[in-house]
């Protein structure tokens, strides 16, 4: 039987699988891909600091295992734009202060980026009116669906903002 090479794309760039299967997603981006944008904030599921998108969706890499994710296509934050050349979603998070101290921003800018295709494709959630029927970026739709990304800086107000404004803009 022929040997497969297992690897994760990260960004588009093959990354050879780690050796110790205990290695979590995040810390396989940071430590072993050197993409340090990717946040460790708990370690365990619970603030979104580390969130990144697999295959479009968003997902803590705190709490999945990088050998589970042979051949996915991950995308972090350093995919989504640059310092150049930023995504909408950057640049209005820019424009709109939505951050303080910036720890959480990566994991709320890759989580709103996923959300905004959640919502595009007119998937419920908990604030949904109907679970049929079109939905749109309203501020309650946008407040439960980033419920999973804790900012301890407070900057809860500008981040709505910032995101409400790029959704508005129907880009990423
Ligand atoms: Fe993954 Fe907090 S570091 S959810
Ligand atoms: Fe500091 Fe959110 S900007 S934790």
Redesign the pocket.
Known sequence: MQHQSRSISVNGTAHPLPSDPRRSLLDFLREDCGLTGTKKGCDHGQCGACTVLVGGLRINSCLSLAVMHDGDEVTTIEGLGTPENPSPLQRSFHEHDG???????PGQICSASAMMDEITNNWPSDASESLTGDIQASDAEIRERMSGNL???G?YANILTAIRDAAAGADR
């Open positions: 951050f303080q101290c910036g720890y959480c921003t900012c301890r800086c900057a």
